[in-house]
């Protein structure tokens, strides 16, 4: 039929070749016939020609080589739509001879004027490559080419072809970058994936982690709204744009795109802004199923991960979770659903409303026979009572109310988790115990027997009347158990023994005497060997001594985990992720770099157009959007640059980087211009805290109920103890909590596990806190003074604002100096408000911050904090003070410890602390130094070194702490006071 | 990305297979069918797998399998998301996603598949462009195409493809220009036992139907955007606008498409349209129990409840169900143990009823919970969260478009805890 003159016939001829490809049938054998036809006319025909060759080319080269003439034809034809088709079957045929003809065609159409043929070009450029690595360099300079293309159509395209052609040639993105940020939102949705996946790459590599400052102190975080503000963190405008530009497409009807851009919020926001995830998220769950099961498999990798991340949200975002997951997931998923639970369920189970939910899966499964969702959920909640102290009662109620339950497996369950979570606190649950004592005589299930009787044992001294009578029972089925059941009843009796010998004796000699006659070797084993042990005979004199000691020894609890934890190192999102298998071509997602590579290299010629900006009133469009925020920026930029310290000529592409810190740190300047509204803000400060010890505590006490996750991960386990305390005892016991957490011999093995890690991890948080508790105590009678200066102070400040002037006027500069030196005294409790005056009695002791210079770890086992000492600086009244606490925990001495190339913004002074020759293993010295921080909060950066080694170390002052002494007599004082 | 993709019906049968790199043997499809085995049911065939050379992604839509082979790393959600693409676009050409409406339309399968992907990488999803190059079939084309020996390929090659607006076809042409919106929304719910919503949201669609003349850029305001709580859109609406000025600016696409999809949330915004009293009780020793179920309107802003349909899962001790209804009939389905009453319209002077008794199995303990009741119904020209569409502009062409918006509510997930 091929070889009819009629088009009809041909069409029906290839309609049935066609439909045997796709039934997957040979049809090699025509290919000669097919080939002919390649030139027909007939448009029909000939797309199902093309479909022929595309498919077997491969398999006849030579004969294949015969339609390329045709194509190459097609390729010059004035038809966009032509040009376009013939380059893409022809690329889509496999035939090595002719790459050269492709790499000519692509070349040609990468600068062709339609972009559909560019688009084209694009495709082609992976086949080629897939056919002939050789071609790669030629490639490069095309996709470097297409790159630069400013057509959405292409830029889908040619991403693709750059990840699968060279990813690693990460320097061809930088000229385009902003342009695909601007370009992204109306690139078709696959495209969209592409490229935000290519750039969240790209941003890994060239910007600095926006959450260093976030997670690296705990300690800060009690103040951080203060501290926040002075985060030396600036995020580049050019990452801040990449977020900006992928929000929308979180709207996005496409699953895949929602999800490129969660992940890229995940691995680039900051962390207050990751949020905005959730609720995308949670809307995917409504979609397929398949849909689901790679999102929640995300979910939980992100929960997990970043466990802090979606604190904010995570009580909406699990509610909704979770109702999403009832209502529309099916029950396939539960072994993920198990994972998820972890971290969510420690917020909320008691929610209301979360119980509510709670308790329908907890319907739906005991219909359900998924075996593994009923076992998952209930130790779920085991896990979940295991973490959060609080919680643990409600959680052991719901267990206890599960043992009533009718379905064998649901109680089986809930024993074991009961077993474990009772193992931490036997004491206070003896009831529990005599309700599931009871329960032996129903269940069946052989593990929950032997928990029960395993718990029994353990407990034995709580229920000091049940147990016998258990044992008895069990004696009297032994022979009927099974082998698991048998062991722990021989435990049981064992332990009973030694106990309690009167009442068990006889019990005792029965079961070892059964279980000497058992079938299994282990049981008889274990008879033998609890006999040897307890039964006191001739021979066994040292072991039995021992017994009680063996048998009866506090058992470490157990600590749940989630088993979800280890998938992190993939990129979100990822086929590698999922499968937690590094998939072929899966490209590493770098860490963060140390210090931000040069951002100019993004600058295209947005900057020399920048430069002319006033002048240019026509910008390429694409460019619009971003060189109009510039120049606004720069305008404001302007009065800035004039008066700050002089910062002079700094490039044109670091100030890109600079644009948003220096309205910030002129804020600051104003808040801490001429030392007096610095020290204003630093009182008031205090003030705060000591007038709201109370609340702090209290809020200390909340942040501890609220976040136990981030404890819990400092900790190892949870701070149950702490939580489920009343507010008042904690209270009370907080200022001794680390003493009496080393006392508290009840806690057992756990508790003395939290107390060492706590000591390691926390140590910093807690001294902190002892400290203030400190401080607070020792201020408390001053407050009232506080407060009345304070209400003044505020009068004055306003005065003052106008000058910032790093040179005061004089008429200003003494009550500023004068009130913050009577504040410094008020804060003394007054004792020094008479007569003395010496610049060595206003140092407040208690209440200093020590700010950490050097890590231990960092430091190479020396570290090194340091305080304002809020003393004068001898040498200079215009510095401050900086008491550096060294201490040497290595295991060789530091020598030579001196400060070396200091770097300073202009008009900063820095007097070095004299040289500390040595300082001995072990060893702590502490040594001052004088930095005139010139009334700015900018840090002084230098380089400590020792005889051995250099670190790059900076102090920044917080505000409130750059002061200035001045002497004056009481009288002076008072009267300044009443002014 | 995509190597092949093969279409496997319920009882394992590949039946299309096509490949846009080199051909994978089908005898991939092995580790395929492996996991099906193990999965019993087919919705539990794990999506993704992983064998020795290459990764299986595959979805289950209409009793088929859309397999799809890939050998390089690249995002799961991005293959699965293009299969249910693939389902959606077979489904808008023939009606119908299933085995035999695509062996029926085998060539015109395997043509629009060529064209969907290029090298693994998607090229042509819209259906607008698809349906310019390759035209779906009709029975009037067919019975043309015999006698005249015409094709289904397009003859014109499609221009959709070049625009910035891939999702809409040029030289639109109708004679009557009218554009409709239907705003359906859905209340997922749980109620507990005493009446009160435990859990409440509502999940709307607007799906439009336009068909304009040449390039009408529409603009759709609503009176009450702040209403919506999380919200998607077709790539057509304009980001921008909507963020500056809460309104759906966009060029449409020729046809029928999901405008947008939002979700209300915030459970005072959610009215419960019935209330539903109820009384299932089980005795302990005997075997009946008593069920009494009435129904009544509680928000249903005036409008009347209609297709009111409840449905129990009953325990599985009950035997039968000797029940009387006010209104409309009742069925126990003994096999499924299923009892539907399918109320219809609720009258709200005579609220609808249903009791009497129901046996239970003798010697069956007392079932342990009460089944709860699903409910099911629709009210017709109302979006129960009281969306409201205020106008719809068009700008660009200078005809006057004939305009409608149309309202639904319906249950989704609507539970009754008892």
């Not at chain 1, 045709?70 to 022809?90: H, M």
């Not at chain 1, 985990?561 to 990822?574: A, I, M, T, Y």
């Not at chain 2, 595959?58 to 890939?70: C, E, H, P, S, W």
């Amino acid at each position: 039929m091929l070889d009819s003159n009629k088009d009809s016939l041909k069409l029906e001829a290839m309609k049935r070749i066609v439909a045997m490809i796709a039934r997957g049938k040979n049809a090699s054998d025509l290919f000669p016939a097919v080939v002919k036809n390649v030139a027909c006319k007939n448009i029909e025909v000939k797309k199902l020609v093309y479909v022929y060759l595309v498919r077997y080319a491969e398999e006849q080269q030579d004969l294949a080589l015969l339609s390329i003439s045709t194509f190459q034809r097609g390729l010059k034809d004035p038809n966009q739509l032509i040009r376009a088709s013939a380059l893409r079957v022809l690329s889509s045929i496999r035939v090595t001879i002719i790459v050269p003809i492709m790499m000519l065609a692509i070349k040609e159409a990468a600068s062709d004027m339609s972009p559909y043929v560019r688009k084209t070009a694009a495709h082609a450029i992976p086949k080629l490559y897939s056919l002939d690595p050789d071609q790669k360099d030629q490639l490069i300079e095309v996709i470097e080419k297409l790159l630069a293309d400013k057509t959405t159509l292409v830029a889908g395209s040619v991403v693709m072809a750059f990840e699968e052609v060279c990813p690693e040639r990460i320097d061809l993105i930088h000229k385009n970058y902003r342009k695909l940020c601007n370009l992204l939102i109306d690139v078709e949705e696959w495209g969209q994936v592409v490229i935000i996946n290519m750039l969240t790459r790209y941003a890994r590599t060239q910007f600095l982690n926006p959450n260093i400052n976030v997670s690296s102190d705990k300690e800060k975080k009690a103040e951080a709204a203060a501290l926040a503000k002075r985060k030396p963190y600036v995020m580049d405008p050019d990452h801040r744009l990449l977020l900006r530009n992928t929000k929308p497409l979180l709207q996005s009807r496409n699953a895949a795109v929602v999800m490129a851009v969660a992940q890229l919020y995940f691995h680039l926001a900051p962390k207050a802004e990751v949020g905005v995830i959730a609720k995308a998220l949670v809307r995917l769950l409504r979609s397929h199923s398949e849909v689901q099961y790679v999102v929640l498999q995300n979910v939980a990798t992100m929960t997990i991960k970043r466990r802090g991340m979606f604190e904010p949200y995570l009580k909406t975002f699990a509610t909704q979770l979770l109702y999403s997951f009832y209502f529309f997931c099916s029950w396939r998923f539960s072994p993920i659903l198990y994972k998820l639970f972890n971290p969510f369920e420690k917020l909320n189970i008691n929610n209301k409303k979360m119980r509510g939910c709670f308790s329908c899966p907890r319907q739906t499964y005991i219909k359900s026979v998924d075996k593994d969702f009923v076992a998952a959920t209930i130790q779920a909640i085991g896990r979940c009572a295991t973490n959060i102290g609080e919680v643990r009662d409600t959680c052991l109620n719901g267990l206890v109310q599960l043992l009533s339950n009718r379905d064998e497996l649901v109680v089986a369950e809930s024993v074991v988790v009961i077993k474990k979570l009772l193992q931490m606190q036997p004491e206070k649950h003896s009831d529990i115990i005599k309700h599931m004592a009871k329960l032996t005589d129903n269940i069946q299930v052989p593990m929950a027997r032997a928990s029960i009787l395993w718990l029994i044992g353990e407990y034995c001294e709580h229920v000091p009347k049940i147990a016998p009578d258990v044992l008895r029972k069990m004696a009297k089925s032994f022979t009927n158990e099974e082998d698991i059941v048998k062991l722990q009843i021989l435990n049981l009796a064992a332990k009973l023994y030694l106990t309690n010998s009167k009442q068990t004796k006889l019990l005792t000699q029965y079961v070892l005497n059964l279980a000497k006659y058992d079938q299994n070797y282990d049981i008889r084993d274990r008879a033998r060997f609890i006999r040897q042990l307890i039964v006191p005979t001739e021979k066994s004199g040292a072991l039995s001594k021992y017994a009680k000691k063996l048998f009866l020894a506090l058992k470490p609890a157990p600590v749940l985990e989630s088993p979800f934890k280890d998938r992190d190192h993939f990129q979100l999102g990822s086929l590698s992720h999922l499968l937690n298998a590094k998939a072929g071509g899966y490209q590493e997602l770098p860490d963060w770099p140390e210090a931000a590579p040069d951002p100019s290299v993004r600058n295209v010629e947005v900057f020399s157009l920048l430069e002319r900006v006033t002048t240019l009133t026509s910008v390429p469009e694409w460019t619009k959007c971003s060189s109009r925020e510039k120049r606004k920026e720069k305008k404001v930029e302007k009065p800035f640059y004039s008066d700050s310290e002089g910062e002079s000529g700094p490039t044109e592409s670091a100030d890109s980087g600079k644009f948003r810190r220096t309205p910030t740190r002129s804020r600051f300047r104003l808040g801490g211009g001429g030392g007096g509204g610095g020290q204003k803000e630093g009182v008031e400060e205090r003030i705060q805290e000591a007038g709201a010890r109370k609340r702090k505590v209290r809020l200390h006490f909340c942040f501890c109920v609220l976040i136990p996750e981030i404890r819990c991960y400092a900790l190892n386990i949870c701070p149950s103890e702490q939580s489920s305390e009343s507010d008042e005892r904690k209270r009370a016991r907080k200022s001794k909590q680390q003493k009496s957490e080393s006392e508290s011999e009840t806690d057992g093995d756990e508790e003395s596990d939290s107390e060492s890690s706590q000591s390691e991890s926390d140590d910093s948080e807690s001294e902190v806190d002892v400290k203030n508790k400190k401080a607070v105590q020792s201020k408390a009678p001053s407050k009232p003074v506080i407060k009345e200066t304070k209400k003044e102070k505020k009068e004055m400040s306003l005065l003052d604002l106008d000058d910032f002037e790093p040179a005061p006027s004089p008429q200003v500069t003494p009550v500023n100096s004068f009130l913050s030196s009577s504040l410094v005294t008020d804060l003394e409790g007054l004792s020094l408000s008479d007569s003395v005056l010496s610049p060595a009695a206003i140092s407040p002791s208690g209440t200093q911050k020590c700010y950490e210079l050097l890590h231990r770890i960092s430091g190479e086992g020396l570290s090194v904090e340091y305080c304002f000492s809020r003393q004068p600086f001898g040498p200079d009244a215009n510095m401050v003070a900086v008491q550096m606490h060294f201490a040497n925990s290595a295991a060789t001495d530091a020598k030579n410890l001196h400060m070396e190339d200091v770097k300073l913004q202009s008009g900063m002074r820095v007097t070095d602390f004299p040289e500390i020759e040595l300082l001995p293993a072990g060893e702590t010295t502490t040594a001052v130094m004088g930095i005139d921080f010139c009334d700015s909060t900018q840090a002084a950066n230098f380089q400590l070194c020792t005889h051995s080694r250099k670190f790059f170390v900076s102090i920044q002052p917080p505000v409130g702490e750059l002061m200035k002494p001045v002497f004056m007599t009481e009288n002076e004082f008072k009267k300044e006071q009443g002014e | 990305m995509i190597h092949s993709l093969f279409l496997i019906n319920y009882t394992g049968d590949i039946f299309l297979e096509k490949h846009w790199k080199s051909v994978i043997n089908r005898s991939v499809c092995d580790y395929f069918f492996e996991a099906k085995e193990k999965a019993l049911e087919p919705e539990n065939v794990p999506p993704i797998l992983q064998t020795p050379h290459h990764y299986l992604i595959n979805i289950y839509r209409g009793k088929l399998f859309f397999l799809a082979v890939i050998q390089t790393e690249v995002p799961p959600l991005f293959v699965i998301e293009f299969l249910h693409k693939v389902a959606d676009t077979l489904q808008d050409y023939f009606g119908d996603c299933s085995e035999g409406v695509i062996k029926d339309n085998l060539v015109t399968v395997y043509e629009i598949l060529e064209e969907m992907l290029d090298n693994g990488f998607p090229l042509a999803t819209e259906s607008n462009v698809l349906q310019e190059m390759i035209r779906p079939p009709t029975i009037l084309r067919s019975v043309v195409n015999t006698l005249t020996g015409g094709s289904n390929v397009g003859d014109t090659l499609p221009t959709g493809q070049l625009s910035n607006i891939p999702w809409r076809r040029a030289g639109v042409k109708y004679t009557n220009n009218e554009a409709y919106f239907d705003v359906i929304e859905e209340i997922d719910a749980i109620l507990d036992k005493s009446g009160s919503t435990v859990f409440a949201e509502i999940q709307g669609v607007i799906e439009a139907c336009v068909r304009l003349t040449g390039m009408p850029d529409l603009t759709l305001s609503f009176m009450n955007p702040r209403l919506l709580d999380d919200v998607s859109f077709h790539p057509c609406v304009r980001f921008k606008r909507w963020e500056s000025e809460r309104v759906l600016s966009f060029i449409p696409p020729d046809g029928n498409f999901t405008l947008m999809t939002y979700h209300v949330s915030s459970q005072n915004l959610v009215a419960i349209p019935v209330y539903v009293k109820q009384n299932i009780s089980f005795m302990e020793t005997g075997s009946c129990g008593r069920l009494d179920i009435t129904i009544g309107p509680k928000q249903t802003m005036g409008k009347t409840v209609e297709g009111l349909l409840v449905t129990i899962h009953m325990p599985k001790a009950v035997l039968s169900a000797n029940l009387t209804a006010t209104q409309g009939n009742y069925t126990y389905d003994l096999a499924t143990k299923v009892l539907v009453w399918d109320v219809g319209k609720l009258n709200p002077q005579k609220l609808p009823n249903l009791r009497g008794s129901l046996s239970v199995q003798s010697g069956a303990p007392k079932p342990e919970e009460n089944p709860s009741l699903n409910i099911d119904m629709k009210i017709q020209q109302l979006a129960i969260s009281g969306l409201k569409v205020n106008r719809l502009d068009m700008y660009g062409e200078k005809y006057k478009p004939f305009k409608g918006v149309k309202y639904l509510t319906r249950a989704g997930k609507f539970q009754v805890r008892t």
